[in-house]
């Protein structure tokens, strides 16, 4: 089992910048994936970006440009920095580790951006 506690959420206002933070603990070494996704009010979760194993990495049309996903291995964090921040980005947001025989998910963390 992996544990993932989220970090950094909180109110921004729009053009502002949040970085998230997901620690990881517990069996880490056969994840293939990490990833963010959000989920607004009313709307289902949605893939935000992922990284991959190998250092591959893929964005949301949405958020191409403004964010970016890192990783630190000697904290077994991964990272999400949110630049240009628009209200359109509320929701709270998840990470996510995917591996042989593991699927685990942080438990959120609210992002607000309003003026």
């Known amino acids: 089992q992996v544990q993932l506690v989220e970090s950094g959420g909180g109110s921004v206002q729009p053009g502002g910048s949040l970085r998230l933070s997901c620690a990881a603990s517990?069996?880490?070494?056969?994840?293939?994936?990490m990833a963010w996704y959000r989920q607004a009010p009313g709307k289902e979760r949605e893939l935000v970006t992922i990284i991959m194993s190998g250092g591959s990495t893929n964005y949301a049309d949405a958020v191409k440009g403004r964010f970016t996903i890192s990783g630190d291995n000697a904290k077994n964090t991964i990272y999400l920095q949110m630049n240009s921040l628009k209200p359109e980005d509320t929701a709270v947001y998840y990470c996510?580790?995917?591996?042989?025989?593991?699927?685990?998910w942080g438990q959120g963390t609210q992002v607000t951006v309003s003026s």
């Open positions: 517990g069996n880490i070494f056969n994840i293939y994936s």
């Open positions: 996510n580790f995917r591996g042989v025989g593991i699927d685990s």
